[in-house]
């Protein structure tokens, strides 16, 4: 059975920077698209960025575009999402998730169908 974990998140500042990881276990990833999800409290879940099966297409909600990078390693079968100058806005649980049919890139989080618990990032002023 295949898991995603999610690493990285914590407690910054308005305008630094943060790694997350998204590891796999149970099986490659390397077919799958990847996204990366966020929710703050008491909103809706929302698509922050995704890649699709070889890291050749990506894509990013406009409030990350030139902050926020997606990245995968297949050797080390983990996605990462590197988030520079993080804003309060920014605070939320981030999601890892994996779509099986790997080969476009989806901002739809009903068509990802693994999904990790999730890493709080907390964005102070």
């Known amino acids: 059975q295949v898991q995603l974990l999610e690493s990285g998140g914590g407690w910054v500042q308005a305008g630094d920077s943060l790694r997350l990881s998204c590891s796999a276990s149970g099986r490659t990833m390397s077919s799958y698209g990847m996204g990366w999800f966020r929710q703050a409290p008491g909103k809706e879940r929302e698509f922050v960025a995704a890649?699709?099966?070889?890291?050749?297409?990506?894509s990013y909600a406009d409030p990350v575009k030139g902050r926020f990078t997606i990245s995968r390693d297949h050797a080390k079968n983990t996605v990462y999402l590197q988030m520079n100058s993080l804003r309060p806005e920014d605070t939320a649980v981030y999601y890892c998730?994996?779509?099986?049919?790997?080969?476009?890139?989806?901002?739809?989080?009903?068509?990802?169908?693994?999904w990790g618990p999730g890493t709080q990032v907390t964005v102070s002023s």
């Open positions: 998730a994996a779509k099986e049919f790997g080969a476009d890139v989806s901002i739809d989080y009903t068509t990802y169908n693994i």
């Open positions: 890649t699709n099966w070889n890291g050749g297409l990506s």
